[in-house]
């Protein structure tokens, strides 16, 4: 059986006169920092607050809470690997908008870090003001934090993204329970220090942050 060939549609590109590819860096960035602020949010509830073996063990905890509790789980998760997806965004439309403003001339499907390196040289508008740009670019491909950024988004295509956590222990009304103290992401690399993992969120959030003010300055 011959391999059916498929096209892309050609209304699915950034052309589009509707798109700004500054304003779309600015939509992902605003994306991550939503994300962050539900993660936030999750951490406060029951089923985050909790140790799984409290609820899920506990014949006194009735099953639609149970479930209530572990929907409260998926929902932390969810929202965390969005959160490096929208920031991994941010930095690939910042290439998406480079590649138009100065005038690099790859073709939009094939834009990526790799072809922005490939085609540094043959910006055909504003060259000088574009080789500041693309140091800034550089600078944060080759830093440890974006690394670190891009592993967690890609593990988050494999799989939920793993999370330890400390928990304090306190007694009420007779019953052991646990609530909520210390959550760090596991490393993405080689001697990566632990974090709490609000504030490793939000030191990402803030480079991606100066790298957008360096990129879009005017």
Known sequence: MAKKKFVIHPALTVKLPVVQLDKSAHSAFVGAKYHISKIEEMMHRPGMQSMISDYMNDADIEENLKREMQCDVNIFFWHLR????????TFDTMLQ?????????????KVRW?????????????????????????????????????NYRNFAHRAFLFVESAHRE???????????????????QKEQPFLDMREQLLSY??????????IFKH
């Open 97 to 109: 908008w480079a590649n138009e403003r100065y005038g690099l001339g790859i073709a939009e499907e």
């Open 170 to 188: 306190q007694e009420t009304n007779g019953r052991v329970q646990h609530e909520l103290v210390f959550a760090h992401l596991i490393p993405a």
């Open 82 to 89: 969005a959160f490096f997806w929208e920031l991994v965004a």
């Open 205 to 214: 959030l803030e480079q991606m942050r100066q790298l957008g003010e360096a």
């Open 114 to 150: 790799e072809t922005i390196r490939q085609n540094a040289s043959r910006a055909t508008k504003d060259p000088g003001e574009w080789g500041n740009r693309y140091a800034s670019l550089e600078n944060v491909w080759n830093s440890a934090w974006y690394f670190e950024v891009r």
